[in-house]
């Protein structure tokens, strides 16, 4: 996965937002290949072969019937191998009314598979705490009291060692998607444990996002979805969830060596490709030496670009606007940028008419070459020019721009 000399001593999954249904979709399918890629990375790893764990970081089931987690558990029972850890967290889509709510949702996990809503378990000499929600997605005094005492036991017992944390919503501003879907109840439990490294769902916002991992006080990672993709910025032409939003299966693949460094790769599961970056926690206890806090990577975020030759087009011409199309632009640190600001401008009066902020669909693995979005409500018999802007992740706007004139009929 990268060619740095790092050993692993423990490696575990970690999924989130399955939705399994009552009956089989496509998610079915999908956790299956999840479990089954991560043995085969463990397999091909030179090193260190093993899958010590599974974790589902709550919303398995759609809507938390008995049919889904019957469902999870038959799909676990015939996937999951001898000396691989199952973890499973609920939440507010195991919790819904009509299926018996929090007691019910509790009671179909304990009787169906086996678990306890709230667990801390020593795998490989590494501390896994999983808590679920007192209810939807909150954590009332009695869950932050038992989180707080599972924390002190865990860093009595490995003071160095990270200590893997995991509940469904995100912590509140910190990973991409956390303002929205997040929650702070946990945080008087968390923050003086610099050495947490938290996995969290919820927001179903894709773990490619550099956005996704967060360091501040302790370290934060999203964990996406198996479903559909949602994303978290309310300016973008088609909303939240773009067209493309189904074609989403993402999860995690963790390590950690005897030095207590930790690697985290995010994989996706549709394509079977692992994506092109690591993120690294060399030192856990030690918020100095983290890597991804705001302060430095706003700071020196790079300006994305239009590659040299980069034309844009305007097609489909009508009385009435254009389909304005151009190429991907990229970053000198990533292989993606996050949106574009497509605006468009009438010649003679020089005023701004109409613009659209398009997503890059750059949370698939197999992007798009070249991205459009149409223009429908212009004046007919009209000259105008359309500028396309790329925009990164960290308010970095591109150091170029495209540009192509059309006219209306």
Known sequence: MNNEKFTPVIRFAVMSDIHLKDTHEVEHDRFIKGINDAYKIAESSEEYKNLDALVMVGDFANSGSEPQFLAAKKIIDENIKEGTTVIASIASHEYNQDNGG????????????????????????????????????????????????????????????????????HVT???YGSIYWGDDDLMPAYVDYPQIVDFSGHSHCPINDPRSVHQDHFTCFGTGSLSYFELDEFDKFGGTCPSDNRDCAQMLIVEADAQNRVRVYPYDIITGNFFPFVWKIDEPTNPDSFLYTDEKRYAAALKPYFKEGSEAAADNITDKGAVISFPQAVEDDLPFVNCYDVTVRNDETGLIESVHCIWSSYYLYNMPERCSVPFESLKSGTAYTATIKARGFFKNTSSNSLTVKFTTK
């Not at 490995?158 to 509940?167: D, K, L, R």
Request: aromatic content about 8%.
């Open 102 to 169: 929090v007691e019910g949702a509790n009671e179909k996990l304990k009787r169906i598979m086996g678990m306890d809503p709230d667990t801390h378990q020593v795998i490989n000499g590494f501390h896994f705490v999983s808590i679920s929600p007192s209810h939807s997605c909150c954590y009332n005094e009695g869950k932050v009291k038992w989180m707080a005492e599972n924390l002190r036991q865990a860093r009595e017992d490995a003071p160095e060692q990270p200590i893997f944390v995991f509940q469904h919503p």
């Open 173 to 175: 501003d910190t990973v």
